[in-house]
Each structure stands twice: as C-alpha cells, then as structure tokens.
C-alpha cells in the first residue's frame, strides 16, 4: 500500500539553491512591503483628506487589492498586462502585483491607525508652530505605526506566503526553483516537504525579529 | 497686544461668535468665564488660528492672523497653547515632548533643544520625571508638562484651554500654581476657566461670555463684586 522510497539526497544537495532562492523570496517580500507601506500610507491618506476623482481611483485599489483573489491580480500583472502590450519580467510582476496587494491591505490598517490619534494631537502639535507635515511625521505617524505593527508584522509573513504564486508567472523564487528542480529529480514531495520547512523558518525568524524590534522602538 | 475686531465664527450655519472686540495688552491676564457653549474655547482657537474665522480680524503684535499671507507656523510660535485634554505625546518621554518643538521648528541643536526643556520641565516641578513616559504621569502632571512644553517655545502669549476642566480635583492645584506662577513672572495669558477663585485672584481682568457674545469685561472686582449684566449674575449665582 504504501510502497513510497524517500529519497532525500538530491534535495540535499540543491539545498544551497533552495536557501539562495528564499533570499530571492525574502527580498520582493521585503521590498514589496517598503513600496506598499509608502503608498498604502498614501492611500489612506487620500480616501480620509481628499475628494474626487483621486479618492475614487485610491478606493478602487484597496477594493480591488482586498476583494479579489491575490492570485488573480499577479495575473492580471503578468497576462493582463502582457496581453495590451507591456511586457515584464517575472520579478517586476510579482513585486507589483506583492506591491498593489499589500498597499490595499496596509491602506486600510492605516486609516483604522489615523482614525484611532484623536485630533487634538494634530491641534497640540500645529499649535507649537509645527507645519502640517512636521506634525505629521513627529507626531501623527509614529503613533500609527505602532497602532499598524502588528498587523504590518502579519503583511510581511503574507507577502513571503503569497509571493510563492510568482511560480505561475515563472518566477524563480523558492516555489518556482522548487517546481524546476523537482520535476528534474521526480522527487517532488520531498523538494517541497524541505521548502515548506525554509517558508516556516523564514517566517519564524520575521516574527522573532518584528518582536525584538517592537521591544526596542516601543517603550511607552 | 492682541487686538480683535468684529470677530465671527460660524459652525455650519451655527453662530458660535457673534462679532467679538476684545484687546488685550502685554503684561496682561484675561481670564474667560462662561457657560459650556458661549464661545469661549472656540475664541481661544481664533486667536492662534486652529480655526478658521468667517468675519472680523485677530491681530497679534499687528499680524493678521487670518490673513491670507501670514505664516502661520511661525506666529503660532508667540503663542503657547494648554488645552483641556493635556495632548501629552505619548510616544515620547517628558523631556523629549518638550524639546521637540524647539528642535524642528526653531531649529535649535539636539543639546540646546535638551537644555531648554530641562530647564523648563523643572521649572514647572517636573525635574524628576525627564526620562519618563506620559502613560506613568498623573494627569496634572502631565498638564505641567504641556505647560512646559509651550513655554519651551519662548512664547509672547500664553492661551490656556480650561487646563483644569479634565483633572481630578485633588490634581487641580498643582496646575493653578504653575500657571500662577508664570502669571507672576508677567506672561501676558489668556485663561479660560471654570475655576472662579483663580480668575478673581490672578487675572488683572475677566471677562464673561454668554452666548457667542462678550458680554461684560471689568477688574476681578467689578465682575465678581459688581456684576451689572442679568446672565452673569445669574452665572455667579448659579456656580456659587
């Protein structure tokens, strides 16, 4: 019944690769998080400041990053726009559609943030001479952020996860060098059991280290 | 000098200041009394430009502060501001709430902007506490911080927002004292307030407001011996 031989060997041995692409991995993750941090923060932004057509186009994008399926939306990155004509390559695509995901999701824990500093702290702070934009970044922003951390910690770990689909676009992050390396060997339960293991780690370490750091920068 | 002329202000469709004229020179203690919704507060907000006016003109040492090319940010800077709920930063310490202002906007070095708050936190008594964070300041504490904190910024004027109104009574003194204090060293400051024996005792004027209007200004003497208008006798009467 269960006549199964486990070969571990050649995993083994393409481990360096495997490691080298959860590098790859963990770099669209980490980027895609420094661009959907800068314009989730301006989405949010925009949909509380703003009217119009601006506020419209913003409330698209977190609609459509929070209510289709993020796969469908590397799709539409990779064949979408490949089908009008603009071409990229697979880590452009995966890195925008990881971007326009995370900058949806980070918008709306962004705004929950903003909504919960009540105004007087923007009044006390406009009120010592500070520019909207020293109030802003002093005083208004580094009291989000530790509001948003947590969930921020948990758009980090979903972005590792979700850039695994970059596979299906051909990219070569730690599921796609996987996928190749084990359909050369046929040794595919135990490529992934072992890459299963290095998304665990990797994601453990983020968490341990977004714990050490709320630690630090968190003290009040 | 403040001077203002004509003052009006508008919530929506509300008239909240129904043409205000009100001087107050340097040197001098004005202190606000009125009930809940006369206006007072929103004067306050006036005056340093938090609210927008919709008729009349606030004018600070001879700059419109509602002119279109004022700059605002560096007028606000003569005037500290104390508001009933402290607005005490919480992610910084004592020490650093009130070095901040001093560093980006007056642009004052790390050790000079650090000089000027500590002096200022242990003036208002909180020498002791420029490492601390405002979670583990009492209430008045961290009011004296706010204090210290709008000073930090040299003003010429001092508003203060009913600073006493949010804190426990037992807290309420400590607050008074410190702004006594500042009222003694000559601070022009103009104090709205519910605490009566404050107005009577430290301001050289008060004036009443009722209903949007400024209806009785005089000497603590003339106010609280000799009220002349119905609504503050009525007022008097009522807080007594």
């Known amino acids: 019944m269960f006549d199964y031989n486990f070969h571990w060997r050649p995993v083994m041995k393409s481990l360096p690769d495997l490691l080298e692409a959860g590098l790859v991995t963990l770099q669209v993750a980490a980027l895609s998080m420094i661009i959907g941090i800068v314009i989730g923060l301006a989405l949010a932004l925009i949909r509380m400041h703003m009217r119009g057509p601006v506020k419209w186009l913003a409330s698209a994008w977190v609609e459509l990053a929070r209510n289709t399926p993020a796969l469908f939306q590397l799709f539409f990155f990779g064949f979408g726009l490949g089908a009008v004509g603009i071409h990229m390559s697979p880590y452009v695509i995966v890195l925008s559609a990881l971007s326009f995901n995370c900058a949806g999701y980070l918008a709306e824990n962004f705004r929950g943030g903003f909504q919960a500093i009540p105004d007087t702290q923007l009044r006390a702070a406009r009120s010592l001479g500070m520019t909207v934009w020293q109030s802003y970044t002093r005083v208004i922003i580094p009291q989000v952020f530790r509001i948003v951390y947590h969930p921020l910690t948990n758009q980090i770990v979903w972005a590792v996860l979700m850039s695994s689909l970059g596979m299906l676009v051909g990219f070569r992050e730690l599921s796609g060098e996987t996928q190749a390396l084990a359909s050369r060997t046929y040794r595919i339960f135990e490529y992934f059991a072992v890459t299963a293991v290095i998304y665990y780690v990797i994601v453990k370490i983020i968490l341990g280290a977004s714990r050490l750091l709320a630690a630090r920068l968190f003290r009040y | ?240």
């Open chain 2, 1 to 240: 000098m403040i001077e203002i002329r004509g003052l009006k202000k508008f919530y929506g469709s509300l008239e909240v200041l129904k043409g205000i004229d009100l001087d107050v020179p340097k040197g001098e203690v004005l202190s606000v009394i009125g009930a809940s919704g006369s206006g007072k507060s929103t004067l306050l907000y006036c005056i340093n430009g938090l609210e927008p006016i919709q008729e009349g003109s606030v004018k600070v040492d001879g700059t419109d502060v509602h002119a279109k090319g004022t700059d605002i940010n560096e007028l606000r800077q003569k005037m500290g501001m104390v508001f009933q709920q402290w607005n005490s930063f919480p992610h910084l310490t004592a020490l650093e709430n009130v070095a901040l202002a001093p560093k980006i906007v007056k642009k004052k070095s790390r050790a000079e902007a650090r000089d000027i708050a500590t002096r200022q936190l242990q003036h208002v008594g909180l020498g002791d506490k420029l490492n601390v964070y405002p979670s583990a300041l009492s209430g008045g504490q961290q009011q004296r911080l706010a204090i210290a904190r709008a000073l930090a910024m040299e003003p010429d004027y001092m508003l203060f927002d009913e600073a006493t109104s949010a804190l426990d009574p037992e807290l309420v003194g400590e607050v008074l004292d410190a702004m006594r204090l500042l009222a003694d060293e000559g601070m022009t400051m103009i104090c709205v307030t519910h605490e009566m024996g404050f107005a009577r005792d430290v301001s050289d004027r008060v004036t009443f407001f009722h209903e949007g209007i400024l209806e009785e200004i005089g000497t603590p003497a003339e106010i609280f011996g000799a009220p002349k208008s119905e609504h503050l006798q009525k007022f008097l009467s009522s807080i007594r």
